[in-house]
């Protein structure tokens, strides 16, 4: 017996996420990543999980060098300055995985 693609529910359905929410068109910033409470809770977990490994300290102090030294690179590599923040994001999310993966 096929199943109709009606019969699956969505994703976040499936996995227990939040419902996505509607873009607002707001464009995100740094600031807005660093004071995020889930942004901030991962980073702590994924210290802790890396501590315990006998990493030395990735907290938020090591992800905002890391976010700064991207952004600081592609500056000097005169890319557009959105470009500059997103790496100055990624950098700061860096680590972030490892709250769960080790």
């Known amino acids: 017996m096929q199943t ?3 019969d699956i529910p969505p994703l976040p359905a499936l996995n227990g996420a939040a419902a996505p929410q509607a873009p607002t068109g707001a464009i995100v ?12 809770a991962f980073i702590r ?3 802790e999980s890396l501590r315990a490994l006998g990493f030395t ?5 090591h992800a905002g060098l890391v976010g700064h030294i ?3 690179v592609l500056e ?6 959105r470009t500059c923040e997103i790496a100055n ?4 999310l860096h680590d972030i995985g490892n709250s ?3």
């Open 4 to 6: 109709e693609a009606t």
């Open 29 to 40: 910033g740094v600031d807005r990543v660093r004071r995020d409470p889930e942004v901030l």
């Open 45 to 47: 977990s994924a210290n």
């Open 57 to 61: 300290e990735h907290g938020q102090r």
């Open 70 to 72: 991207a952004e600081n």
């Open 76 to 81: 000097r590599l005169e890319y557009p300055k």
């Open 89 to 92: 994001i990624a950098g700061y």
């Open 100 to 102: 769960i993966h080790r």
